[in-house]
Structure formats: structure tokens, C-alpha cells
């Protein structure tokens, strides 16, 4: 049986108020292609198809339209929801689609998924298992527990479940498991907002031991393999989402198995989506219009950090943003003024004041406009939320 891997869609996310749904409809065509190319049995979508629990009406068509297309001719295609999902918004449409061969599971159940492969005549069990927060799960984990004891507490209750739902796993048939978790190694970014990735909600792999031979993973936006029984990987997301992910080479993955059998895999990389880089300039405004005339990363969205000496205005932010309009963050960097806010840190002077002295001093004493003052301080905010070097999270 061959199957086709993926999740973390996140319809109707945006990019600092940009759109991606052009994006997410260039992925869903090549996963389409892909899966038909590839002659794939069945698809597993290991949860987050949408970003929020109420998304737009053109990410909730953009995913019927995904599934209507992806079980033509009879492929099966199996969705769990993910953190970012509304359980049962996901399992909603459930009645009208089963028959085309659509199962959409919303919240954590004690039922495996069965699914029959048209072309080779072998069938499925899979241990779906959607993302298994506290409340979905209807209990309450925590109490008076301290961080370690709920993590093993959790990871219990998830390795449960998941036998639980490997109960009737055969060796005549092909024994898959899935799920929407954070499990003990997995490599994060900062896209996994706003959830409980590592820490308490942290499950080890020995709870995925349910005799499955392959374990599709959601959550986590970096496709990588995971240590444990069988094979466990996250396909990670089929575009970058945020800044973290800038270089990931985004893809799904495609398995071939036999019951009884080893599971191979392959990383199929995706052409869709536009790059995320980041621009580090230690030349000045003058570097960065040369890289922009040099067309430097033509279609991507870009994160740009500049060293000056002098205090940008406004003529010259807004000159940089109409000259690409992928130019996401801009984030000044003053040699002075590093040192400076390290000393109003121990003072505690108001960041708004130091930055009206840095000002005064560079202009030899004009006064800053109200909305340069409001414009620093959103761009501080976003310096102050960017991740450290080398960091994912």
C-alpha cells in the first residue's frame, strides 16, 4: 500500500495581515498531482487543517474542495484535527462525506479507522488519534501535580489510547497509527502558536507502542523522524509560516508498506509556497536598495535587520516597504542605541523617551513625529518577539 503523509495546513493563516491562500491553493493542486503521479492508496492528514477554530469561509472551501479532489476514484482520505482545530467543525460534514470515502475524526475516540485501498485490494486499520488536549480527553490531568508528574501523567493517558485503538490491528492488514502531538525529541518552531509544545504536554515515544508500522505526526512544522517503535514521522507544514522556518525545504511524505512488512519512506519536495529568507545588512539603507535592484530574492517575504548609525524616518521606512512589498519586518539596529537600552533596562526609562534623546542627539535636535515614536515601539515588540540566533522557539 502506498500512502501519501501530510499535515499542518493551516488554511486561512496570514503572514503579518499578508495572505497566503493563493499559496495553500498552489499546494493543494500539487498534492493532488503528487498523489496522483504516484499512484497513492491513501492520504493521511494528521491534523491542523485550518489555523483558527473559526476560519474563513475561503480556507473552510478550500479544504472541501481538497478533500472532493483527493478521493477521486475512490482513495481513501483520513483527517484527525489538530490543536488549532474546532473538533467538531472538522467532523461537522462527516455524514455527507464518509460514503466518498472521507473520514474526518474531531475527537479523541476508543475507534480505530478501517480503510479500504481500491488498487491493491489491501486494507487499513489506522490508531487515529486527533490532538488529545486536557479537555478533549474530558479529564483533568493536572491537579496539584508538579510539571514532570502531569507529563507522565498525560503521556500515559495518550499511550492508552493509542493500544486502546490498536486493539484490532491484523498481520493480514496494514497497521498505521496518527496523531496530532508533541512527542519527546521533536524539533520546534515558532509557528506552533499559541500551544503547549515540550514542557508537561509532552509525550514519549514509548506511548506511541501500539504495534503500528508506520505513525503519521502533526504539530511540529519541521519534517523530521522521530526515535521509537516502528517508524514515526512529522511531514511538517507544506509552507513556511513564520521566520523560523526560513531555508526549511517544505514536503510531504510518502510511504510504501506491506502488511506484516518494513515501511520505506521518501521526502517528495514541494515547489509551492514563497521563501521565507532574512536580510542581515551591516551596510547601511544603500546595501539593501542595491540587493532590492539586484532583485534579491524576487518573490519571497523577507525579514530585514539594519545596522545604522543615523535614525531612520518615516519617508525611509515607507520608501522600503513600496519598493517590495514583501518586506515584512524591518528592524533598525543602532550601535549606540544597543548599549543605551541596556543601561534604561537597570535606569527604566521609558523606551519611548530613549528613543526621543537618540533622536534629538542624530538630528541635532528635532523632534520626532508622534508616529515615528509609535512606530519604533511596534518594531521594538517584534525585535523583542523574534526568536534568539540559532533558536526555533
Not at 52 to 72: D, G, H, I, K, M
Request: contains cysteine.
Amino acid at each position: 500500500m502506498r500512502i501519501l503523509h501530510t499535515g499542518d495546513w493551516h488554511l486561512g493563516r496570514t503572514l503579518e495581515g499578508r495572505s497566503r491562500q493563493k499559496e495553500q491553493e498552489q499546494f493543494i493542486d500539487e498534492l493532488v498531482e503528487i498523489a496522483d503521479f504516484h499512484k497513492v492508496d491513501l492520504i493521511m492528514m494528521a491534523g491542523d487543517v485550518y489555523d483558527s477554530v473559526n476560519p474563513p469561509a475561503a480556507a473552510e472551501q478550500l479544504f472541501y474542495e481538497a478533500a472532493a479532489r483527493l478521493t477521486s476514484g475512490g482513495r481513501p482520505l483520513v483527517v484527525i484535527a489538530g490543536n488549532h482545530d474546532q473538533p467538531e467543525r472538522v467532523s461537522s460534514v462527516s455524514p455527507l462525506v464518509l460514503r466518498q470515502g472521507i473520514t474526518l475524526v474531531g475527537l479523541p475516540t476508543s475507534e480505530p479507522v478501517t480503510v479500504h485501498a481500491v488498487r491493491t485490494g489491501e486494507s487499513a486499520k489506522i490508531a487515529a488519534l486527533p490532538y488529545p488536549s486536557e479537555a478533549r480527553l474530558g479529564e483533568l490531568l493536572a491537579g496539584d501535580s508538579g510539571e514532570e508528574e502531569l507529563r507522565l501523567a498525560y503521556s500515559a493517558r495518550v499511550g492508552k489510547l493509542m493500544k486502546l485503538l490498536g486493539r484490532e490491528f491484523t498481520p493480514q492488514t496494514v497497521n498505521l497509527a496518527m496523531s496530532h502531538i508533541y512527542v519527546l525529541g521533536g524539533v520546534e518552531s515558532d509557528s506552533e502558536r499559541p500551544i503547549q509544545v515540550g514542557g508537561a504536554y509532552t509525550v514519549d515515544p514509548s506511548a506511541l507502542a501500539c504495534g503500528a508500522q508506520y505513525t503519521a505526526l502533526g504539530h511540529l512544522h519541521r519534517a523530521q523522524r522521530v526515535k521509537g517503535e516502528g517508524m514515526i514521522r512529522y511531514s511538517g507544514s507544506p509552507l513556511a509560516y513564520s521566520f523560523s522556518e526560513a531555508g526549511q525545504a517544505k514536503s510531504v511524505t510518502l510511504i510504501d508498506v506491506a502488511p506484516g512488512g518494513e515501511p520505506t519512506f521518501e521526502e517528495i519536495y514541494l515547489r509551492c509556497g514563497r521563501p521565507l529568507v532574512r536580510w542581515s545588512s551591516t551596510g547601511g539603507l544603500q546595501e539593501v536598495y542595491n540587493w532590492l535592484d539586484e532583485g534579491r530574492d524576487a518573490s519571497a517575504f523577507i525579514d530585514l535587520e539594519i545596522r545604522l548609525s543615523e535614525a531612520m524616518s518615516m519617508n525611509d521606512i515607507q520608501r522600503l516597504r513600496k519598493s517590495r512589498e514583501g518586506i515584512i519586518h524591518i528592524r533598525p539596529i543602532y550601535p549606540q542605541m544597543e548599549m543605551e537600552l541596556e543601561q534604561v533596562s537597570r535606569s527604566r526609562m521609558p523606551v519611548q523617551e530613549l528613543f526621543r534623546k537618540f533622536y534629538q542627539r542624530q538630528t541635532g535636535g528635532a523632534e520626532p513625529e508622534d508616529s515615528l515614536i509609535e512606530l519604533f515601539l511596534q518594531l521594538t515588540e517584534e525585535e523583542r518577539r523574534q526568536p534568539e540566533e540559532g533558536e526555533e522557539n
